[in-house]
């Protein structure tokens, strides 16, 4: 495994999608790093007038364009030269926050939601015109992107609303945004709709408190079918219809199967050829090691160095460890379920178990893998570009700035641990890592960020491999993760990070800028 040298980061920091840059937001400027060459290679020196606090900062879709945005403006500048700036003032109501702000569909569109549900205002960069719809079901930013999806390839917009009581769905054509066609779901009290990734169907998803309800139907707003449930449940299962109905439904890639939990254990399979239910998998109280069935248990080193995350594969039936007794809110369910780029592999975890992760394979119809971790397990993530490979983040004071990286061939999951790369040996404020999206022909690649620096991790199998970026102390391609520096021994700074630092003392006119140390806490 190797490393990147550190590089200063913000509160807001992003690799780009393709995983070809990193953008940086400063309060006077944008820094993006090239990946490959690990140079600055370009920086957007923001508008005077255009001040934080900054609300959200975010890629477009093609890895082109960044968008930056305060209380009471959007900016668009493009990443990779200085040719395009779009700007966007006022984009909601004076003296409100907008709860959610994005790209849409394209690099040319902009969602932004307005506080209380008011309105979802799309602004097109290419025609300089708004579309305002008023009454989004959904506008708080933990729930407001189950309120609205857009369809693959023609980038229609489903949008569900609410208004006197009723939901209302209604499908707008792109880029215009007009309205096509509206109707009324099946549904009391509908909570989220999503297309599915070939575009050919829309589900539609009702309240837990109304019973196991999934609604489909056509892209032209036909009702096709309504899945309630289990057809034929299991003795364990005879009290199924009395239960809370559906939490969360997910789509497999390749758009073949529908994943849906509910607040039980358990977790249907529906075939998306026939809309019928073939799968049906169960979290049990206690696993049993088997020959198709991985079950590793983390074990916790600590002494004077840094904590050792180690795993030991069980030879013997384990149970996994419940919630803590003392929690106030009791949670049941399936929290997080996540297919891999295959469609063979689904990962979840349930809050009657949250230190566990549990691996299923839906073509055996088998559980792959069990992985209990000694903390609550906060992120699970398969890499968008190579398959059945998995990221997975904890939370507790043993795992500040590591991360773990399973597959099916591993020996457990390795441990990625960046605290050794920071200058203290731990996170600044809040702190994130993601897979780096390159594609499938380099190395797998980690990006970790908190609010002081920035690094990647390498998960090559030798030094001998060639690295996503250029070791700046061996531009051929390094025997050796870059030297950081130390205050016994330093290092002294390339050209580039001169560069960068002048860039980040000096504004538009020349004048020395001093940068504002507690800007990512306003």
Known sequence: MLFSKNVKSSAHCLPSPDGRYIATLFPTLINVRSVQSWELFHVVRLPQDFIGPFLSFQWSPSSRLLLVASLDQLRVFS???????????????????????????SDTEICVMASFGLKLAVFDLNSSKATEIGSPKFSSSTAVRRGFSFRPQS??????????????????????????????????????????PDGRWLVVWE??????????????????????????PTHEEKDFALGAGVKTVQFSPDARL????????SLSIVDMASTMEVLRLQHPNNVVPKGTLQ????????????????????????????????????????ATLAFDLSSNLIATRIEDFPSTVWIWDVQAAVLRAVLLFHGSVSTLSWHPHVRETLLIRCEGD?????????????????????????SGFKAVGKWHASWLGLDASTPLSIFYSDTQNYVLASLAD??????????PHNPQGGDGPSRAESPLELVPATADEADEADALQTGDDGDIVMEDTYGYKR
């Open 79 to 105: 990443a990779l030269d200085a040719d395009y700036h779009a700007t966007i003032r006022n984009p909601v109501a004076p003296h409100l926050k907008p709860t959610y702000i994005d790209f849409g569909a």
């Open 155 to 196: 980038n229609h917009l489903a949008l569900l609303t609410r208004t006197a009581g009723k939901d209302m769905i209604s499908i707008h054509a792109f880029p215009s945004r007009e309205l096509q066609r509206s109707w009324a779901p099946d549904t009391v009290d509908a909570q989220g709709l999503l297309w599915s």
């Open 207 to 232: 309240s837990p408190a109304f019973g196991h309800k999934v609604v489909f139907y056509t892209p032209d707003g036909n009702l096709f079918k309504i899945w309630s449930g289990p057809v034929n």
């Open 258 to 265: 529908l994943a849906i939990s509910d607040h039980s254990r």
């Open 295 to 334: 079950i590793w248990q983390e074990r916790i080193g600590i002494s004077h160095g840094p904590i050792m995350h180690t795993f030991i594969r069980a030879a013997q039936a384990v149970s996994p460890p419940p919630r803590p007794q003392e929690t106030a809110e009791q949670l049941s369910g399936c």
């Open 398 to 422: 043993h795992y500040n700035s590591v991360v773990f990286v399973w597959d099916p061939l591993s020996e457990g999951p390795q441990s990625v641990d960046f605290s050794q790369q920071l």
């Open 462 to 471: 030798s030094d001998r491999e060639s690295l996503p970026w250029i070791n």
